[in-house]
């Protein structure tokens, strides 16, 4: 009996949660390494109150890779609205910090919730602690906490950890060194994908992996935080923060977006990644260029054909 090929996928945000419902289809043996730099919100409620690792990241990838009833699943998601205390928490999240509470330890609360709720591969953290993700904007100003970076609206010259010594989760780097596939993204640029990539041994552990490395770009902007980048910026970006040898190959929608979605999403400071293809091609990685886009309330990546595209590298 074949051995199902092990695929990396690491981030955080919707972006990964869309990308590992698409996956889980497949057999392959899927692990999803999560950031763990979010301080808004129910997460970072929690947080503070347990001294724990948000858990808002780890909830939606257990929940996007979980095989249970569709009303299990929404129960989980479920974000209380009324009641002194539990006002903006989601019941996942509450979950998961009382089982960091029973036991000690966040990890163990991970495995004993995907094994109720019947995931599909396993859900690690990227650090064993809370990370508190720092900004330098290009005006010099210095912003702390991932949930405020965004909300500077300045453009972002570097992301960086306030503590550069933080130690990466040993389960998390051992599965890179045994993938057969390493994705990065899709999800927020320095808010969901650099938390990971910033943390001790993360990103040394995929430079020296030997499976292909793949990084989905996003197919909008996000204001605040990628407003007016291409593909090519994000890309520069990365080696910007991480060095080159990185990323073998580059996953990126080249369709034209409709206007009626396009207008939309312009409202809100938002715009479509554009495909700049001769910039790409100068970084000496290679290219994957579809259309990778599913329409409905929202512009989402087809997470099956971007999993196609992704599987056939490993077939490769």
Known sequence: MNKQPKVVVLGGGTGLSVLLRGLKRYPVDITAIVTVAD???????????????????????????????????????????????ITGHSLGNLLLAAMHDITGDFLTGIRELSRVLNVRGQVLPAAKNSIILCAELEDG????????????????????LSDEKIEPLRESVKAIQEADLIVIGPGSLYTSILPNL??????????????????????????????????GDHIQALIDHVGHNFIDVVIANNEKIPSEYLDLYL????????????RLKSFGIGL????IIQYGTLVRHDAQRVSDLLLGLIEK
Do not use: W
């Open 198 to 231: 910033l943390v001790n041994g993360i990103s040394t552990s995929i430079r020296e992996a030997t499976a292909p490395r793949v990084y989905v770009c996003n197919v909008m902007t996000q204001p605040g935080e990628t407003t007016g980048y291409t593909a």
């Open 39 to 85: 301080d808004g919100g129910s997460s970072g409620r929690l947080r503070r109150d347990y001294d724990m690792p948000p858990p808002g990241d780890v909830r939606n990838v257990i929940a996007a890779l979980s095989e249970v009833e569709p009303l299990v699943e929404k129960m989980f998601q479920h974000r209380f609205k009324v009641g002194d205390g």
């Open 267 to 278: 409202e809100e400071g938002a715009s479509q990644v554009q495909y700049d293809e001769e």
């Open 141 to 160: 100003t210095i912003v702390q906490g991932e949930s405020k970076i965004p909300l500077s609206n300045k453009k972002i010259k570097r992301v960086f």
């Open 288 to 291: 994957l260029c579809d259309n």
